[in-house]
C-alpha cells in the first residue's frame, strides 16, 4: 500500500467534462420516455393551482434567440412551481393564421387565385403544421418541459370554435359594428393593420405650404385672403375637405407683399422664417371659433374646403391650420364628423390614386407626391416646399410604409366598455411596474379595433347579408358557425354556400326570397390569439381562466395582452390574466436588433452545438431581462465558465460524499462544529433568498445567490481546507462525517434549487444522492430551517473571514517575496487586538487547518520585525520549520517522530495506525 492509498480520495462517475451538446438529448430523450412531465402533473393532483398562459409565437421559421429567453423564463417558472406546493400545468401554444404564411406560400410559387379558396387554406395549414414541428423541435432541445404533444394551436377546429362564441358575445352586447371609417392600410399587404402590427421607422418626406383662398370669410376676412395648411402627406391633398382650428387658439392676418395670410399667431415667427416673409403686418387678431364654417376653395378642384373646430390641432408645427382629409386621418375623421363631411378614399387597396383624385388617377401614392405639388405650384398655391426626416409607420410585416385609409370595415367598439377595461388593469399586478401605466395609456387613448382583415389565411367573420346588404349578426347565427367550425375547421365557411351555413330553416325579414350572402373578410390574427382564454383556459379541464400569469416581450402590450384584455373583459367582464410579466428584446452586442441582413443573429442552434443547451439556460438566469438583452458569443462563453465552476464545485462535494450514508453517517445539527454550523446556517439563507427570489421571478438572484454561496461559502473557504479533514482524517472520524453531512445536505438542496434553470445537470447529479424520488424534478423544494444560534454564528464566521481575508493578503506579500510558496509551507504569527484575540479564543476549531497554513501563533505584545499592519492585528509570515509531511502536505517539525513512519507527521502517522494497523508492521510500498 501506498501512502495516497490511506488518503480519503473520493471518486466519482459525475465527469469534469459535461459534454453537454452530445448528452442533452438523451436526457430528454429519457424524460420523454418516461413521462416525466405527466409523472410530475399525477404528483401535483389536488395542489393549489398555478396557470402560466403561452402566448403563441407565430409558426414561421425557427426560432431565435427571443424564443429561447421567452420559452426558458416560462419554464423556470413552472418547474420552480411545480416542485413548490403547485399544480402548475404548461400548455404550449402556436399562432397560425395571417399573412407571413400567404407570403411564404407566394414565395414558393403558390398561385392563391388559380385555385379555389378552400384549397388554399388548406395549403396555409399545411405549411403551418410543419413550422409548428420544427418548432416544437426546437423548444424542446432546450429543454423546455410541457405538454408537447398537446399543444392549442389558432388552426385547431375547436379553438377557431371558441373565437367565433366570443366574438358573438361581443355582438350579443352591441360592440361589434359596420362602418366607413380611415384605418392603418398596408398597400404593400393589401389589407387594414392593427396598432400591434405597426412598427416605426424614418423615412424622408416632402414638407408643403399650402395657400387655400377664402370663399366665405363669413364677414371676419377678405375674399383675397388666403389659409395657409402645412402638410407631409401631398398626395392627400385631392381628399381634403376641411380646414382645422383650434377654437381656443389666437388666429392673425396679415399683410406681406401685398397679400393676406391667416396663420395661428404663436406660430407667425415659425412661419415668416420658413416663407422668407419680412415684417408681416398684422391687420386682425381673432379666435379660431370665429372661423367656424368659413370656406375656402380647394387649390386643385372646383370644390369649397369647410373650416371646422377641432381640439386635435396644436402648435408644435405647421400654422395652426390643418389641412383635413376625413378619408386619410383618424383625427380628421373624428373631427369631420359632427360636420357630415364626406369621407373619401383617394387611393385604393393597392395606394394607387383613383377616380376620386383627377389628374392623379393611377398613380401608386408615393409618386403622386411630386405630380401633386407641380400642380400646387402650378396654381400659384404652393407656397413652400422642403424636405424632413421624421418617423413613420411602417408594416411590421413587410417593412412599407402605411397609410391612412377609409375602407367600409368591421370595429370592435372600445368607447362602449372602455371604463370596464381600465377597471380591470387595476386588478392586475405589473412587472415591471411601469407597465401598468403602458398598458393604462393605451387602453385609455386607443381607437375602436378594426378587425376586418382582407385576406385569405385566418378565421372568417361569421357575418351574413340579407338580400337588402343588411348585416346579419344574431346570437342564433353566429352559434351555429361556432358549432359547424368545431366540428368542421372554419374551411367549411368556404366549403358551403351561405344557405348551407345558416341554421335549419332560418329566414330573415331582410331576405323574404331566402339569398342570403357571407362576409367574404376574416378576423384580425390579434383577434384569434386574444381570444385563447376562451380558447384554452376556459375550455381545457387542466387549465383554469383567468391565468395567474402572461410572460411575453413589451411589445405585447399592444398585442397580445392587449387585445386578450379587450375580449376577455367583453366576454367575461374580467382581465385574463392575474399578473403580466413582460422582458425586453434581444439585441446584438452593440444594441441593434438582430437581423439576417445585418448578419448579427445568434441562434440557439450554434449554442446548443457548441455549449449546449444548459448554457443558454444558465445565460437566461443571469440576465435583466426586464429591459433589452444584449447577447453576444462572449456571453455564452463567459457563460460557460460560470457553469464550470458551478460542476466543478458540485463535483468535489459529489466525491467527497461518494461514501457518506446519511441513514448511518449524517451528524445531528447541535453535534456539529461551529464552521459547520455556520455553512448549515449560511445554505439555508440561501435557500430562502433563492425561494424569495423565484417568487418574484427574479432569476438574476438566484443564480447569484447560488453561484456567490458555492463559488466563495463553499469553493474559496469551506472546501479548501475540507480537503484537510476529508482526505486526511480517518472514514469515519466525526470531524469527516460533520463536513460530509454539510456537503450532502447542501448537494441535496442546491440540486434540487438548480433544477428549473439546469435541469439536465441536475438530473445527472440526482441518481448519485440516493433520494427516493427517480428525478430531480419530481422532489420538492427545500424548506429553509431557522437556527437559535443563527445570528451568534453569522456574526462570529463574518469576523474570522475578514481575519482570513487579511492572512490571505498578508501570505500573497509573503509569496511575492519569495518566503514561501505554498500557503502549507508558512508560519503565521498574529498580535492581534483584543476583540480578534477573543474571537480566535472562542473558535471551536483549528484555526490553523482553517487558514491552510503549517503552524499559527496568536502572540502577546509587540510585533516583530517585517509583521504587515492591519486594522485589527498585525501578521507575521515566516517559513514554517521542520519537512513536508507525505500525507497532509504539511511542513511539520515531528516528521518521523513515529519510528514506523517515517515521511509522516505525528498527526498523520496517529491516523494511518489506526485506520491500518497491518502497515504499522509492513510500512509502505516504495
Known amino acids: 500500500m501506498k501512502v495516497k492509498d490511506t488518503l480519503n480520495l473520493g471518486k466519482t462517475p459525475f465527469p469534469m467534462r459535461a459534454g453537454l451538446p452530445n448528452k442533452e438529448a438523451g436526457w430528454q430523450a429519457a424524460w420523454e420516455e418516461n413521462h416525466l ?20 409565437p407565430f409558426a414561421n421559421g425557427n426560432i431565435h434567440m427571443g424564443h429561447a429567453l421567452n420559452k426558458i423564463s416560462k419554464d423556470i417558472i413552472v418547474r420552480y412551481k411545480a416542485m413548490s406546493g403547485f399544480r402548475a400545468p404548461f400548455v404550449p401554444g402556436w399562432d397560425t393564421h395571417g399573412l407571413p404564411i400567404e407570403q411564404q406560400l407566394a414565395k414558393q410559387g403558390v398561385k392563391r387565385k388559380e385555385m379555389s379558396m378552400a384549397e388554399y387554406r388548406e ?20 429543454g423546455v418541459s410541457g405538454d408537447w404533444d398537446h399543444p392549442y394551436i389558432t388552426l385547431q377546429p375547436e379553438f377557431e370554435a371558441a373565437e367565433i362564441r366570443v366574438f358573438g358575445d361581443m355582438a350579443k352586447k352591441g360592440y361589434i359594428y359596420h362602418g366607413l371609417k380611415p384605418v392603418y392600410w398596408s398597400p404593400s399587404s393589401e389589407s387594414t393593420l392593427a396598432e400591434a402590427e405597426i412598427e416605426y421607422q424614418d423615412i424622408k418626406s416632402p414638407s408643403i405650404f399650402v395657400a387655400f383662398k377664402v370663399v366665405d370669410g363669413k364677414g371676419l376676412l377678405d375674399a383675397d385672403t388666403s389659409l395657409i395648411i402645412w402638410t407631409t402627406t401631398p398626395w392627400t391633398i385631392p381628399a381634403n375637405y376641411a380646414i382645422a382650428v383650434n377654437p381656443r387658439f389666437d388666429y392673425v392676418q396679415v399683410a406681406v407683399d401685398g397679400k393676406k395670410y391667416v396663420v395661428a399667431q404663436e406660430m407667425l415667427p415659425s412661419v415668416a422664417e420658413t416663407l422668407g416673409w419680412d415684417n408681416p403686418e398684422i391687420l386682425k387678431t381673432f379666435k379660431g371659433a370665429e372661423m367656424e364654417n368659413m370656406t375656402a376653395q380647394h387649390p386643385l378642384y372646383d370644390r369649397t374646403s369647410l373650416v371646422i373646430l377641432g381640439d386635435h390641432v396644436t402648435l408644435d408645427a405647421g400654422t395652426g391650420l390643418v389641412h383635413t382629409a376625413p378619408g386619410h386621418g383618424e383625427d380628421d ?5 359632427p360636420y357630415k363631411l364626406p369621407v373619401v378614399s383617394v387611393v385604393d387597396e393597392k395606394g394607387v390614386m383613383n377616380e376620386e383624385a383627377p389628374g392623379f388617377t393611377g398613380v ?10 407641380d400642380a400646387l405650384k402650378a396654381k400659384g398655391a404652393l407656397l413652400k416646399l422642403d424636405f424632413f426626416t421624421h418617423s413613420y409607420p411602417h408594416d411590421w410585416r413587410t417593412k412599407k410604409p402605411v397609410i391612412f385609409r377609409a375602407t367600409t370595415q368591421w370595429f370592435a367598439s372600445i368607447d362602449a366598455f372602455r371604463e370596464q377595461i381600465l377597471d380591470q388593469i387595476d386588478q392586475v399586478n405589473f412587472s415591471p411596474s411601469w407597465g401598468k401605466t403602458r398598458l393604462y395609456n393605451m387602453i385609455r387613448d386607443r381607437g375602436d379595433w378594426v378587425i376586418s382583415r382582407q385576406r385569405a389565411w385566418g378565421v372568417p367573420l361569421p357575418i351574413f347579408y340579407a338580400e337588402n346588404g343588411d348585416p346579419i349578426l344574431e346570437p342564433e347565427t353566429i352559434e351555429h358557425v361556432a358549432q359547424l367550425f368545431g366540428e368542421f375547421g372554419s374551411n367549411v365557411w368556404f366549403e358551403r354556400d351561405a344557405k348551407d351555413l345558416l341554421p335549419e330553416g332560418y329566414t330573415n325579414p331582410g331576405s323574404p326570397n331566402g339569398e342570403f350572402t357571407k362576409e367574404t373578410d376574416i378576423m384580425d390574427v390579434w383577434f384569434d390569439s386574444g381570444s385563447s382564454h376562451q380558447a384554452v383556459l376556459a375550455q381545457r379541464p387542466d387549465l383554469r381562466f383567468p391565468a395567474d400569469l402572461y410572460l411575453e416581450g413589451s411589445d405585447q402590450y399592444r398585442g397580445w395582452f392587449n387585445s386578450s384584455l379587450i375580449t376577455s373583459v367583453a366576454a367575461t367582464g374580467e382581465a385574463p390574466y392575474k399578473q403580466i410579466l413582460s422582458q425586453g428584446f434581444t439585441l446584438d452586442d452593440k444594441g441593434r436588433k438582430m437581423s439576417k441582413s445585418l448578419g448579427n443573429t445568434i441562434v440557439p442552434d450554434t449554442i446548443e452545438k457548441q455549449y449546449g443547451a444548459e448554457i443558454i439556460r444558465l445565460w437566461v438566469s443571469t440576465v435583466d431581462a426586464s429591459s433589452d438583452v444584449r447577447v453576444s458569443l462572449d456571453n455564452f462563453a463567459q457563460t460557460s465558465e460560470a457553469y ?22 449524517a451528524v445531528a445539527y447541535r453535534d456539529l462544529g461551529s ?15 433563492s425561494r424569495a427570489a423565484y417568487d418574484t421571478f427574479d432569476f438574476a438572484t438566484v443564480e447569484k445567490t447560488i453561484s456567490h454561496f458555492l463559488i466563495n461559502d463553499m469553493s474559496a473557504f469551506y472546501l479548501d481546507f475540507a480537503k484537510d479533514v476529508v482526505y ?20 441535496v438542496a442546491l440540486t434540487k434549487l438548480l433544477t428549473p434553470i439546469l435541469p439536465h445537470t441536475t438530473e445527472e447529479i440526482w441518481p448519485l444522492l440516493g433520494q427516493p424520488e427517480t428525478y430531480a424534478f419530481l422532489s420538492e423544494m427545500p424548506e429553509a430551517t431557522e437556527f437559535d444560534d443563527a445570528d451568534a454564528l453569522v456574526d462570529m464566521w463574518s469576523a474570522f473571514l475578514d481575519f482570513r481575508q ?20 508558512a508560519s503565521v504569527t498574529v498580535y492581534p487586538n483584543e476583540p480578534l484575540r477573543d474571537l480566535l479564543a472562542a473558535i471551536d476549531a483549528n484555526v490553523m487547518q482553517l487558514l491552510i497554513v503549517s503552524k499559527l501563533t496568536v502572540a502577546e505584545g509587540p510585533a516583530a520585525d517585517g509583521a504587515q499592519v492591519f486594522d485589527d492585528a498585525q501578521i507575521l509570515v515566516e517559513h514554517a520549520e521542520g519537512e513536508v509531511c507525505a500525507r497532509c502536505r504539511m511542513t511539520r517539525t515531528d516528521v518521523g517522530s513515529d519510528p514506523h513512519f517515517k515521511t509522516l507527521c505525528g498527526r498523520c502517522a496517529a491516523i494511518v495506525s489506526a485506520n491500518f494497523p497491518e502497515l504499522v508492521e509492513t510500512g509502505f510500498e516504495a
Open 728 to 747: 486526511i482524517e480517518g472514514q469515519n472520524d466525526i470531524k469527516r462525517r460533520r463536513m460530509q453531512t454539510v456537503m450532502f445536505d447542501t448537494l
Open 806 to 825: 487579511e492572512v490571505q493578503k498578508a501570505l500573497e506579500v509573503a509569496r511575492d517575496e519569495k518566503i514561501i510558496g505554498k500557503s502549507l509551507e
Open 123 to 142: 395549403l396555409c395549414r399545411q405549411y403551418a403544421m410543419k413550422e409548428i414541428e420544427k418548432q416544437r423541435t426546437d423548444f424542446k432541445r432546450l
Open 333 to 337: 375623421y373624428k373631427a369631420a364628423l
Open 364 to 373: 401608386f401614392y408615393d409618386k403622386a407626391n411630386p405630380m401633386v405639388t
Open 675 to 689: 464552521v459547520d454550523r455556520y455553512l448549515e446556517v449560511r445554505l439555508n439563507q440561501v435557500i430562502a433568498q
Open 37 to 56: 412531465y405527466e409523472q410530475r402533473q399525477q404528483l401535483n393532483e389536488g395542489k393549489p393551482t398555478f396557470i402560466l398562459h403561452d402566448g403563441p
Open 644 to 665: 464550470r465552476k458551478i460542476r466543478n464545485t458540485l463535483r468535489f462535494m459529489l466525491a467527497n460524499t461518494s461514501d457518506f450514508d446519511p441513514a448511518t453517517d
